[in-house]
């Protein structure tokens, strides 16, 4: 309102000029919160008539998955139009780098930049199991102790205890 306060011409009362851009400011909020459920609906879609379907599992599996899917459109429900419509462009069309940056009229370094915080911003939301699911379902599956771990656990046994090694 006050960066534009020089385009009053004084032609209807003051109250009037703010409530009309009061007004235009929420509708274009509407408009581009609108438009951004239709690009994750679009996005969903995509991913189904991609063939990309939920693996057979528990229900709380089922459940993790759906609250997932919840904290990732609230994630890209928060970034800009743009960001949201880079990160699509990138890991659901695949499109390289270059090509997204004419797209959206930013520059290779815009696009990277803000690539980069949307998915920081993922990870953030689905947590660090998000960052590599490989090393999580590692590390949630016991391990066999390791030759070095079963020496070392050996030398501590009750035979060798309080006894000295020479050297």
């Not at 004084?10 to 851009?21: D, K, R």
């Not at 953030?124 to 656990?153: D, H, K, M, V």
Request: hydrophobic letters at 40%.
């Amino acid at each position: 309102m006050f960066r534009s306060i020089d385009a009053y011409r004084g032609e209807s009362p003051l109250a009037a000029w703010i409530y009309g851009i009061a007004r235009n400011t929420v509708n274009h909020r509407i408009r581009r919160a609108a438009a951004r459920r239709r690009q994750l609906a679009r996005a969903q879609r995509e991913l189904l008539r991609a063939g990309v379907a939920t693996p057979p599992g528990t229900p709380e599996d089922a459940l993790q998955l759906q609250r997932s899917l919840e904290r990732i459109g609230a994630c890209l429900a928060s970034v800009s139009g743009w960001q949201a419509e880079a990160f699509a462009l990138r890991h659901l069309e695949d499109l390289p780098i270059e090509e997204i940056a004419r797209r959206t009229s930013r520059s290779r370094a815009a696009v990277r930049s803000s690539l980069y915080r949307v998915k920081a911003s993922l990870i953030a939301a689905l947590g660090p199991r998000a960052a590599n699911p490989e090393r999580s379902r590692a590390a949630a599956q016991p391990s066999a102790p390791s030759a070095a771990q079963s020496a070392a656990a050996g030398s501590h046994s009750a035979g060798s205890r309080g006894a000295r090694r020479p050297m």
